[in-house]
């Protein structure tokens, strides 16, 4: 699996100066170059060792997720120039 994270703006009706949501959808390039063909789970903004009721990211990754969040993390904050996106990836590592 080549795995990318795929970072979107969700903005609600009313204000288009704060966006509403950041989505994280995880891809696999070795699917498809395109979106959504290439879309496999959505990263949640937390992750627990024990789920009742475990996410899809949870069931796709398995034993292997917590290091599968963070090297996805890791990739786009290298990558992310927008400052609102870095400090929600930022975030979400220190929840990690």
Not at 76 to 81: C, G, H, I, M, P
């Amino acid at each position: 699996m080549n795995l990318k994270l795929r970072i979107t703006k969700q903005y609600s009706s009313d204000s288009y100066i704060k966006p509403k949501h950041i989505r994280m959808s995880i891809l696999d390039l070795d699917r498809s170059p395109d979106y959504p063909v290439n879309f496999v789970c959505n990263l949640p903004k937390s992750i627990k060792v024990n789920e009742r009721t475990p996410s899809n990211f949870s069931k796709t990754f398995g034993e292997k997720k917590i290091e599968v969040a963070k090297t996805l993390l890791n990739d786009a904050l290298k990558t992310e120039d927008d400052p609102e996106i870095k400090a929600e990836i930022e975030a979400r590592l220190k929840i990690l």
